[in-house]
């Protein structure tokens, strides 16, 4: 029987950080994915934003990889070449009452310390952005961009070239403890099982995280959170060269409806979250294109209706329900040899080189 020294569920942008991290000649690696590529699922629908570490209670891991990962990642991209931009960000307060959410917020990034954080009025928001409309911003200069495929194409260029190997086309049917380790059975796109024994097994698949853990005892449930993008068309290039967050909604299940861009400089709004039932639907309701209008128009006062459409969606695994408090990412070893991320969604990709330092250190400790 085949035998592994590390099997990696999920080849998204976490689960290929991790391989890059872990992977040696002298250890035999595996990454299984059950797409036919590597970050063909939801690593490959979102902001790809480089968060600052800003909007999560201190001491949680959300915070506190953000910030540690957020510097990692601007610099393996500096270093690899990976499209990147550090554009910082503007957090709007467009209505008066809504300057305490701001100062709220610029508490909360000091305490997880996020140092750069400026607090600014009209004057200095009709410099930066000139083109936009706010009563005051929380600066963050920090934030930026960059091209996730490029990015998981790096980490998996590193994870081969310490001689890991992934495996398309190839989902996990059962997985059950043996005296050595997991005894794994999948199967690929032909329909043919295969069974192999790993000693450690790393649950980095996304969407159905929870899934995969429950078979091995966990006790986890996910909720799929859509987030539905719009794109911006008919207006002239160059007039916002920040990203644009509004003051954020109370229960923080979302960031409201914002304006980011891409490395060529379109421009789009969203994600909203909108909790669906437990399928990968990533249509995108034409009546959404009014929706954001007019949400964005309190701040972008240039758009007009026409210049928004339905564009792209992503999905969020939420550990956190439409009614619950915050929710953490939970990176845990449930079981001698098993170790489970579960609710990794946003900052996960920001955060990706410092959860994969993290999980080495739970294996190497």
């Excluded at 490959?44 to 480089?50: K, L, P």
């Excluded at 270093?79 to 209505?95: C, E, F, S």
């Excluded at 639907?281 to 034409?286: A, G």
Aim: proline share 5%; glycine share 10%.
């Amino acid at each position: 029987m085949e035998k592994a020294d590390i099997t990696i569920i999920g080849a998204g942008v976490v689960g290929l950080s991790i391989a890059a991290e872990l992977a040696r000649p002298d250890l035999n690696v595996f990454i299984l994915e059950k797409n036919t590529s590597h970050g063909g699922g939801i690593s490959s629908r979102n902001s790809e934003v480089i968060h600052a570490g800003i909007y999560y209670p201190e001491g949680s891991l959300k915070a506190g990889l953000c910030v540690e990962g957020r510097p990692l990642l601007y610099n393996l991209a500096a270093g690899q070449g990976i499209p990147h931009k550090k554009t910082g960000k503007l957090i709007v307060a467009t209505r008066s009452e809504e300057i305490e959410e701001l100062e709220k917020l610029f508490a909360q990034g000091r305490k997880n310390g996020v140092t750069s954080l400026e607090m600014i009025g009209k004057d200095p928001i009709a410099r930066m952005e000139p083109n936009i409309q706010a009563e005051a911003a929380l600066y963050s200069p920090e934030t930026g961009i960059i091209s996730a495929h490029d990015l998981m194409n790096v980490y998996l260029a590193r994870a081969q070239a310490g001689k890991a190997h992934l495996v398309c086309r190839t989902e996990v049917l059962n997985i059950e403890r043996e005296q050595n380790g997991w005894r794994i059975l999948a199967q690929n796109d032909r329909g043919e099982d295969f069974i192999f024994v790993s000693s450690v097994v790393i649950n980095a698949c996304g969407l159905s995280s929870d899934t995969l853990a429950n078979r091995t005892g966990g006790n986890y449930h996910l909720y799929y959170c859509k987030g539905d993008y719009c794109g911006i068309s008919g207006v002239k290039p160059g007039l916002v060269e920040r990203l644009i967050y509004p003051a954020p909604l109370k229960n923080h299940v979302g960031l409201g409806v914002h304006l980011t861009m891409d490395l060529n400089g379109r421009l789009k709004l969203g994600p909203d979250a909108t909790y669906i039932d437990r399928v990968e639907d990533y249509s995108v309701p034409s009546e959404k294109a009014a929706l954001f209008y007019e949400h964005a128009r309190k701040y972008l006062p240039f758009l007009k209706p026409e210049n928004v459409h339905p564009d792209m969606a992503g999905i969020r695994p939420k550990l956190q329900g439409p009614n619950d408090a915050f929710a953490d990412f939970v990176i845990r070893e449930d079981a001698p040899g098993f170790i489970n991320l579960v609710g990794i969604e946003s900052p996960g990709l920001t955060a990706s080189p410092a959860i994969a330092r993290f999980v080495k250190k739970m294996l190497f400790k």
